[in-house]
Structure formats: C-alpha cells, structure tokens
C-alpha cells in the first residue's frame, strides 16, 4: 500500500525537448512528490495506470527560473510591503506565470526607521505559503553605496557604512537576507564584508565609484558578486581600472545582468558572455512593482517612477524595468551569443547558486522538481511547476493520456 500510495504521485511530463545541462530532444521528466526522480528519452520511461502523464506538443522544458535581484511586480513592491496595493500572493502568482519558481524580493535604501519595519514586514509574509513562485530570500540593495551612483536611489537614505545599522537590518531580515549591495569603496567596506560573510550574506559590489585596488580588496576580503554590471559602476577605461574592468575580467566574481533590452547595449551583453566564464553570469530581471501591471505611477521604495510603454523612469533616469525572466532571458542568446543551455543555466543554475541554492536549477535526479514549461517558437509560458505542484497552467499545448490517473 505504501509503495502505491507514492506511485499515484508520481509525474510524467513528455516534451520535444528540454534543458538540462545539455539539450535532450525527445524528452521526459519523471518526478515524485517535490522532486526529480528521472530524466531521458521518451523510450527509456514505461506507463502505467498509476503515473499522470503530461504529454506537451511543440513545447520545450528549462529549470524554473531563480529571480534574485527583483524589487517587485504584479503591484507589489517590496521596499514598501504595507503600502502596497497588492501582495506578495499576487507577486508569487504572476512570476509563476511567467517560468520562475523562486525569488529573491529586493529592497532599496530608505529611511533607517522606515527600512528596517519594511524588512520586519518582509521577513513575516515570506514564511507564509505562496501560491505560485517561492520567496527564498531578501536582497537589500544599499544604503551603503556611492551617492554619485546611486540611481534611482534616494539620495537622503544613501548614507555611509554603519556596522551597527548593517546588523539591524540582518535581524530584521530574520535571517533570510542573501545579498547585500555596497560600494567598495567607501570606508569600513572590508569590515562590513567580513561580517557579512560571517551571517552567510554575500556581499554584492555595485552603486560605486571604486577603483580597482577598492575592488580588489574587497574582492580579497569576500566580496565574490557584482550588482547589476555596467549600470550603477563607471564605464569602461583603457586605464583607469574600476569596478567595472575588474568585475568583468576576474573570474572570482559572478556579475548580473539586467537583460530587458534597454539597461544594457546588446554590445555590451556580448562583452560580458564574451569575457565571464559562463557560470559566473546571471541575468536578472530588476523588475519593479509595475511589471505586469499598465502604464501608470508607481513606486520604488521612497521613490517615485513612472511607466510609459515599458519604460520605467525617476529623476531623469531608467528606474528598474517591466522585463520578465520569460521575455529577458533570450536576449542572452540574441546579444551575448550564448547556446540556449546557456542562457536557461543563467537564469536558474547560476543564480540559484549566487544564493546558496544547491537544490534547484537544473533537470536532473535528486534535484527539486521546478520545471518551467514553454511552446516552442513562440516561447508562450504554458505551465509551471514548483517542487512537483503545477502553480501555473495555461490549460493547453498538453494531454492527459487517457488511462494515465
């Protein structure tokens, strides 16, 4: 009885291909309960009358997507979890439509008494159950960094590093904050680092003006991320090393990209696939509040943006983006050139990794069953799955062979 109570759980999913470490044509993924059991050929699976077969026409498999620098979507932004006239439900169903299976909310800088209620707020609705794609963690972006690279930061929270504030904001994060972002160079940067380090929170460079001895000393110290490369940095000199050179050449370092078309030059893209080995590139989708949702007003913490056309701006600058994962992630093969498994492991092997994931990101046995669902040609989401739950489905593409449940 126990060995067919487990049978009824298991899955098959069948597609024309899927993504694992490689590309595997003809394909399908067994799963049982939260996790992969087997992957392969078509052939090498038997059907029976206890396993609910999923049989996909022109549609192709990745890992679910790991979106680990995003400040919100769907309404809901997460520098302001109060305020917010959605929730983080709303956020967590919208991602899964979309291919991602976890998330990383981001937050910017702001006042010190509003940020930390922010974070205390955070910490609490993560550890409810969410519908669709899983919170796995925090990411603070500042207020650490450099005022003359501060974006669409407020300037008035930007401050210098307190080291008592920094531990504030980790016990208010309750232990689920994963990056931090902070500007090597400014003083008691190593200090901050280290301690970082020791609460298992790696410490992001970016919003900076540093030089390459600031880089590399932090670099040295622990520091092995890069927030956001390119933006929030100075740009390339054939002599004047920064955070920007040493970021893109030392392969220690993992550095995101935003890949909405519009934050970086495709040109730019193709440097980075170009210099970074392919495992130290992750492609973020830096959404805001607005994604998904019309043109309009929003917010970024403190900060107000507005939306015209996809285009999210603040004071004169870009301000975060309305770009997806499901719609970024083919700019890394269309700019940067890479192979199609390529780009898929940067958008979920990689970062997954870039936050201390070890359990999901890749199609193979013992891996979490998180499996994101497209048609072919069209790249239309169609179904998502999160630990072995179908949390999105587009209803079609797919029949339930008949004698299969």
């Not at 487990?6 to 996790?35: V, W």
């Not at 006042?111 to 669709?132: C, F, H, I, S, Y």
């Not at 936050?355 to 193979?364: E, I, P």
């Amino acid at each position: 009885m126990i060995e067919n109570k487990h049978r009824k759980e298991r899955k098959l999913y069948i597609f024309d291909y899927m993504l694992t470490p490689d590309r595997l044509e003809n394909s399908a993924i067994l799963c049982e309960g939260g996790q992969i059991l087997a992957i392969g050929g078509l052939s090498a699976f038997n059907k029976d009358s206890v396993m609910t077969v999923y049989a996909f026409e022109n549609a192709y498999a990745t890992p679910g997507f790991v979106d680990t620098h995003i400040h919100g979507a769907g309404g809901f932004d997460s520098s302001c979890v109060a305020q917010s006239p959605k929730t983080i439900e709303d956020m967590s169903l919208l991602l899964a439509s979309k291919g991602v299976t976890s998330f990383v909310p981001t937050i910017v800088s702001d006042a010190p008494e509003r940020m930390l209620a922010n974070l205390q707020t955070l910490a609490d609705v993560m550890w409810k159950p969410m519908p669709g794609a899983e919170c796995v963690g925090i990411n603070i972006e500042g207020p650490f960094i450099n005022r003359n690279k501060s974006g669409a930061q407020n300037l008035s929270a930007v401050r210098d590093i307190d080291l008592g504030f920094a531990r504030e904001l980790l016990e208010c994060g309750g232990k689920l904050v994963k990056l931090m972002t902070f500007a090597p160079e400014l003083k008691n940067s190593t200090a901050l680092i280290e301690m970082l380090c020791e609460h298992g929170v790696m410490p992001s460079m970016g919003h900076s003006m540093a030089n390459g001895e600031d880089t590399l000393r932090a670099i040295d110290a622990g520091a092995r991320h890069c927030t956001h490369l390119f933006n929030g940095m100075p740009p390339l000199h054939q002599r004047d090393m920064s955070l920007t050179n040493i970021a893109l050449t030392d392969n220690r370092v993992t550095v995101e990209l935003i890949i909405d078309g519009l934050h970086i030059d495709p040109r730019m893209v193709d440097l980075a696939c170009r210099c970074k080995p392919k495992n130290r590139i992750v492609g973020i989708s830096d959404c805001t509040m607005a994604a998904g949702m019309p043109n309009g007003e929003y917010r970024i913490g403190p900060t107000p943006i507005t939306v015209a056309d996809g285009y999210s701006s603040a004071y004169g600058k870009i301000a975060g983006t309305t770009t997806l994962l499901d719609a970024g992630w083919h700019s890394l093969m269309s700019y940067g050139h890479l192979l199609e498994t390529q780009a898929a492991q940067a958008v979920s092997f990689n970062a997954a990794l870039s936050v201390g994931m070890y359990d999901r990101g890749r199609l193979l046995p013992r891996l979490r069953a998180d499996i994101a669902v497209f048609e072919r040609g069209t790249n239309r989401p169609l179904m998502t799955i999160r630990k072995g739950q179908i949390v999105f489905n587009s209803g079609d593409n797919y029949v339930v062979e008949e004698g299969s449940v």
